[in-house]
């Protein structure tokens, strides 16, 4: 079977959570026997312009046999379309030159939606499935379902409210935004879905649920065999591990901290890149809940991370927190705090509220609701027991394997009848 | 405000108890242009009235003239019975495009006003704008940008004539694609001052390796509105059965494209044929069309007159898209000459021609449907709405329009009342007050 993924990005190009996971799969694909492995990741040529070679575009990912580099010079980031002449002919012929039997489709950001009706004209039986890696489809203020306007998660993505957060845009280009998903995700024959939660958002969005089946993001441990997790002296060590961005939460967890240091020293250490890309008001919240920093109130910007490091990041804390008020789709911080036998406490937004139970593998929130937080960091500080029985009870998030294996069920049950090809071949 | 070609727009104000005299003369360089008399048109202006007392007489003006053989020239002197009012030494010269619409936009202080104040003074500059709007229409030019036919004939053509912005097209075009290739339609679109053309082109093309659809796209040197537009698309059609189309006009999101075929592939016979519209949200729009009259009055003055209107059979009900009954709907326009949104039109190419294309002397856009359509029936044609057809009408809403479109609005509603007043298919002020 030759399987193709088309991802966001590749991990060499710029790391991101979509990226991995579809280079993971791609590798773990690639070493399964009959199974022949092809990768493209489209980017932004004009951000990384040392990928692109001029005329061509589709090139090589050097060293990497099988992977592919697509990038392109032009996207239109609202209805996710690219329309390019030379990249369609490059496409067209890399599709009818590979042959796969699966397209697998991570994104639609500089991939274009139309790359996913191309490929079902050139290759009518190919099956196609598609990642949702976020909300993306959904809303358009960066596929997070968030109102910064409000600071509260977008519960009602009618166009007329996706219109509060862009007024310059109508509803009626809204509803057009919409529809061209909807039109693109009619050539797809089946989703995959990292959680619940997202996929209770897509169904209600209009995608049927028989087509969406829920996938785990596989998770690689890098916890050597017989390790055994260690914790600070006074159990009072938080660690936050994500963006620096607003939905990230990490002035909720400030807060919170600042609360709690006025009766007990605690520490938190901030592992997050991006900073950036933070708005200008977020950090001026974050400077301002700083300003009162008492003496028994450590932090420190420790910077961003890696997956390389991030195990051994996380063993520098006792306890990984979660405070994003975004519905996260899935959070692979999760997978890696279990990986290293960190107790999670993550706010109930999204797919975290999936995983985290409540005092069975961690503690939950309300999203932004620093004064619960407060009270579980004080639960936590010093609670030895607590934490040994958490760290027990942990376990680990599903393997690439088994991931893998689920993505293959996914594709067997993917019936492409002839009567389906003639009828796009007729229409071509 | 002076083009380069003569066109002269007089703004201003003056105490008429002790100005009688309006002769205007104007000094181009070295050469003076003797104007005679030409039309003031007066309104009543508060400011000026309370620095000069008179409360009664309308003491501001619009005037638009035309200087003939003038040669370009920076100094600028405007003469008004013999007195020097303006002058200007480092003087820009507009071309006719540019004059058109800025002298359009600062007739918006008139535009703005209520209609039965300013009817008589918009029936009376008409005729100025529209010998400028037709000389700028006179010089403009389509130049043939793209180009992908794949059928040697076409049954019928899509006109599609986009202003401005086109970023509905594809997604437009992916809607109908499907149906084009089935029922041979060709695609003309007609862009007026289209923005960003050289990207539109580009993506056509990607466009047209996916959808291998007929498609035609002609550009226009400026902005020739609505009907020259759709004219000139007109022109250059192949097929015998012309489809209107705005290019905001979709169908349902649900539609199996039996819509957008029926809707292509039926022969209208002799008869123009419309469509039921919807918002986007789904509630109807359009189901027809009437002209009726308001009467308009201004005390000052003591003038009452009657002034068009068009109203959609339609606006205002909860009649959904998917809802299968449209016998209430239909009840209004029942057995009525009624008139069809050119947001999407179906003629013959034939009876099109017979009826002299969409008028021209509407200046940009609005009320030339309106027109077309009563001249087709007063020419003994027939106006079908066909209510199988349903599509979805992207309408633009909650914009403020800019100054210089509130202004041909208002020229071209005076123009077609002037027009069409006493046309026996106005529907009288009684029977409006129910009609919906």
């Known amino acids: 079977m030759k399987y193709l993924t088309v991802a966001l990005y590749h991990p060499r190009v710029l790391r991101g959570g979509a990226q991995y996971v579809a280079k993971d799969l791609h590798d773990t694909a690639a070493k399964t026997p009959g199974v022949d492995a092809v990768l493209l990741a489209c980017i932004d040529g004009n951000m990384f312009p040392q990928y692109g070679k001029v005329g061509a575009s589709i090139t090589s990912l050097p060293d990497s046999p099988n992977e592919f580099i697509m990038a392109g010079q032009r996207f239109d980031d609202f209805y996710h379309v690219v329309y390019d002449k030379r990249r369609n002919k490059a496409l067209t012929r890399f599709l009818l030159d590979q042959k796969p039997d699966v397209i697998h489709f991570h994104h639609s950001l500089w991939v274009g939606l139309e790359f996913i009706e191309l490929a079902r004209k050139v290759l009518p039986n190919v099956k196609i499935i598609y990642t949702l890696h976020e909300y993306m489809a959904i809303c358009h203020s960066r596929g997070q379902l968030f109102r910064y306007g409000e600071s509260s998660i977008c519960l009602d993505s009618s166009p007329d409210q996706c219109n509060k957060c862009f007024p310059g845009i109508s509803s009626d280009d809204f509803y057009l935004r919409r529809r061209t998903f909807q039109r693109a995700f009619r050539f797809v024959d089946h989703f995959v879905s990292p959680s619940e939660y997202l996929k209770s958002r897509f169904v209600e969005w209009g995608i049927d649920a028989e087509k969406i089946t829920v996938i785990h993001n596989g998770h690689q441990p890098s916890r050597p065999k017989g390790w055994q997790p260690t914790h600070s002296n006074d159990l009072n060590v938080f660690g936050f591990f994500g963006q620096f961005v607003d939905a990230k939460g990490i002035d909720v967890l400030l807060k919170a901290a600042a609360l709690v240091s006025q009766e007990t020293p605690v520490e938190i250490k901030i592992f997050g890149g991006n900073k950036q890309y933070a708005s200008a008001d977020y950090i001026g919240r974050i400077d301002h809940i700083l300003s009162g920093n008492t003496e028994n109130l450590k932090i420190t910007e420790v910077g961003s991370y890696s997956r390389n490091n991030v195990f051994d990041l996380m063993s520098t804390v006792d306890w990984v927190v979660v405070p994003s008020v975004w519905p996260e789709t899935f959070g692979l911080v999760v997978s890696e705090a279990w990986d290293a036998k960190r107790p999670v406490i993550a706010s109930r937004a999204g797919g975290l509220s999936e995983r985290i139970k409540d005092g069975t593998n961690g503690f939950s929130f309300l999203p932004g609701s620093d004064l619960q937080l407060s009270s579980i960091l004080k639960n936590c500080i010093g609670n030895f027991d607590l934490w040994r029985t958490l760290v027990d009870k942990m376990k680990d998030e599903v393997t690439l394997d088994i991931a893998w294996k689920q993505h293959l069920q996914v594709v067997k049950g993917i019936r492409r009848t002839a009567g389906q090809a003639d009828q796009l071949v007729e229409s071509k | ?436």
């Open chain 2, 1 to 436: 405000m002076l083009s380069d070609q003569g066109d002269v727009y007089l703004a201003g104000w003056a105490d008429r108890r002790v100005i009688d005299n309006f002769r205007v003369s104007i000094e181009i360089g070295y050469m003076r242009h003797e104007l005679g008399e030409p039309e003031f048109y007066w309104y009543h202006r508060s400011d000026v009235a309370e620095v000069i007392g008179d409360t009664e007489c309308p003491s501001g003006f619009i005037c638009v003239a035309k200087a003939q053989s003038v040669i370009p020239h920076s100094k600028l002197r405007v003469y008004v019975g013999g007195y020097l009012v303006y002058q200007e030494n480092a003087l820009r010269l507009k071309s006719p495009s540019k004059f058109l619409n800025e002298a359009l936009g600062a007739c918006a202080v008139l535009a703005d006003r209520p209609i039965g104040s300013t009817l008589p003074q918009a029936q009376g500059l008409y005729p100025a704008f529209a010998g400028v709007w037709r000389r700028v229409l006179d010089k403009m030019t389509f130049l043939n940008a793209f180009s992908h036919q794949k059928m040697e004939k076409a049954k019928q053509s899509v006109i599609i004539t986009i202003y401005r912005r086109a970023d509905m097209l594809l997604i437009q075009l992916s809607a109908l694609a499907k149906e084009l290739i089935e029922t041979g339609t060709e695609v003309i679109v007609v862009g007026n001052d289209l923005q960003g053309a050289d990207m539109l082109i580009e993506q056509l093309g990607a466009f047209c390796q996916i959808h291998p659809i007929d498609l035609s796209v002609w550009l226009c040197s400026g902005n020739s509105g609505f009907s020259a537009g759709n004219n000139f698309g007109a022109s250059k059609a192949r097929g015998e059965i012309l489809v209107f189309m705005n290019p905001d006009i979709f169908p349902h999101e649900h539609d199996d494209g039996s819509t957008a075929k029926n809707f292509f592939a039926k022969d209208p016979g002799n008869a123009l044929h419309g469509a039921l519209l919807y918002y986007g949200d789904g509630l109807l729009m359009h189901s027809g069309m009437y002209t009726t009259s308001d009467v308009v009055i201004d005390a000052a003055s003591g003038y009452r007159n009657e002034v068009l209107r068009v109203e959609h059979f339609g606006k205002g009900l909860s009649h959904h898209i998917d809802d299968l009954d449209t016998s209430a709907v239909l009840q209004a326009v029942h057995d009525r000459k009624i008139l069809v949104s050119a947001a999407l039109w179906k003629i013959r190419n034939s009876v099109f021609q017979k009826v002299g294309g969409l008028p021209e002397d509407y200046i940009f856009a609005y009320y030339e449907d309106a027109d077309f359509c009563l001249q087709l029936l007063n020419g003994g044609y027939d106006i079908v709405l066909d209510s199988t057809s349903r599509w979805l009408h992207m309408e633009g809403v909650g914009k403020e329009m800019a100054p210089a479109v509130r202004s041909f609005m208002w020229l071209n509603r005076a123009h077609y009342t002037q027009r069409y007043c006493n046309d026996k298919l106005v529907v009288d002020a009684e029977t409006d007050l129910t009609l919906i």
